[in-house]
Structures are given as structure tokens and as C-alpha cells.
């Protein structure tokens, strides 16, 4: 079976933080995206990797950066966190094959 | 902005009914999915209907697609109380970056 994994359910940071969210993936998958998700705006996405040490930025990604040091883990990390970035962040991997994204149970981040 | 918006952003019906959900996008598209997100939770891939695809069917789920509308639908019969979750629609064009709509909040009363 297909499974992504989140370090964190839920995690509470301050302002001014660095806060780093990690996402690993069995699959062998070549693809592995970050979003947050917030009420009535669905999911954005953040970043994205196709490869080992290779990273694309999405439509939102003012105030993170990423790291994909191998191809089973893809970090998402707030160098300075603030209020704003209180969210839900979805990571999911893909087959460079197939459109079709895994999703990892979340992590509810809330910074105060 | 979004590219799959979903109507209606909340339904609520009795179990045993049918539950329809819309999805209606911008630009022109290679593939459409829908995802399940239950409360709190990741999501879960559905159903994949490729742009020159005009129906397919998964158990309970039946999609449809009309590209000359922009549009999609996801029916799910005979609604069960598990069903409870948000629904979402996702289109890629850019190549694997899927862009996802606001999503439909589904309850199932028992």
C-alpha cells in the first residue's frame, strides 16, 4: 500500500521560529509536492521537487524554502514563521508516470 | 487563481440519497480527478477522467466530463454516512502541478 508520512499532526510554533515540516514517502515516487490548505481557498501549493536536489516553485512560496536531500524525503521549512503561515500543509508524491497525487495525513500548524 | 471551483460548497442530504457535485474550470485540460479529504485528514485520490473521456464509473461514483463546458460532475449513489467528507476537483495542465478548487463539503445524516 501507498504511504506518505508527515513528522508532525499538529505542531504549535512562535513567531519568529524556524520551523521545519518533514515528508516521507515509500513509493519510489519521482515527484513529491507541499501545499497549505486554508479554508475556502482549497489547496495551494507551495513547492514541488521531480528529483533528488531539484525544486520548482509553486504559487505561494514567499516565506519557505525546501529540501530534497533524498529521493524518499522532501522538507518544508519556514526560515521565520509567522502568524499568517498558521495553516494546514499537505505533502504528496507522485509517479512521474501518472498524474495522480498521495496524500500525507497533514500537519495543523498554528504559530502564535 | 483557481482553476476548479466546486458547487455547491456544502450539501447535505439523507443517506440513501444521491449527492452531485460540480466542478468548473478555465483553461483547457489534459486530465480531471476528484479527491476525498475526510475531516482533518489527507486526501484520497477518487476517480481520473481524461480530457477526451466523457463518463467513467468507480462503484458508487460516476463522472462525467464536458470539456465544451468546462465542467465535471461527481455523483455518488446511494449515499452512505461515510461518505461525510469534502470533495475537491483537480485539473492539470501545467504538466504534474494539479490545481485544486475550493472544495465541497458533503454530510450524510443517518
Known amino acids: 500500500d501507498v504511504k506518505v508520512t508527515q513528522s508532525s499532526r499538529y505542531l504549535v510554533k512562535r513567531t519568529g521560529e524556524k520551523v521545519f515540516l518533514e515528508c516521507v514517502q515509500d513509493?519510489?515516487?519521482?515527484?513529491m509536492f507541499w501545499y497549505r490548505q486554508d479554508p475556502g481557498l482549497g489547496l495551494r501549493l507551495i513547492y514541488f521537487?521531480?528529483?533528488?536536489?531539484?525544486?520548482e516553485k509553486g504559487d505561494i512560496p514567499e516565506g519557505y524554502s525546501v529540501s530534497r536531500e533524498k529521493k524518499e524525503r522532501f522538507s518544508l521549512i519556514l526560515e521565520s514563521a509567522s502568524t499568517n503561515q498558521t495553516s494546514m500543509y499537505l505533502c504528496?508524491?507522485?509517479?512521474?508516470?501518472?498524474?495522480?497525487?498521495?496524500f500525507g495525513p497533514g500537519t495543523r500548524l498554528l504559530v502564535l | 487563481s483557481q482553476q476548479g471551483e466546486e458547487d455547491p460548497q456544502a450539501l447535505s442530504i439523507q443517506e440513501g440519497e444521491n449527492a452531485t457535485m460540480n466542478c468548473s474550470y478555465k483553461?483547457?485540460?489534459?486530465?480531471l480527478q476528484w479527491y476525498r479529504q475526510n475531516s482533518g485528514r489527507g486526501l484520497v485520490h477518487l476517480i481520473l477522467?481524461?480530457?477526451?473521456?466523457r463518463e467513467k464509473h468507480s462503484g458508487r461514483l460516476r463522472v462525467t466530463l464536458d470539456t465544451s463546458k468546462k465542467s465535471s460532475s461527481l455523483l455518488i449513489t446511494a449515499s452512505r454516512a461515510a461518505d461525510t467528507a469534502s470533495y475537491f476537483c483537480?485539473?492539470?495542465?501545467?504538466?504534474?502541478?494539479?490545481?485544486f478548487g475550493a472544495g465541497t463539503i458533503l454530510r450524510v445524516k443517518s
Open positions: 504528496a508524491s507522485e509517479s512521474g508516470g501518472a498524474p495522480t497525487q498521495y
Open positions: 513509493m519510489d515516487h519521482e515527484n
Open positions: 521537487s521531480y528529483d533528488v536536489k531539484m525544486k
Open positions: 483553461t483547457s485540460i489534459n486530465n
Open positions: 477522467i481524461r480530457s477526451n473521456e
Open positions: 483537480a485539473t492539470d495542465k501545467y504538466g504534474n502541478k494539479l490545481v
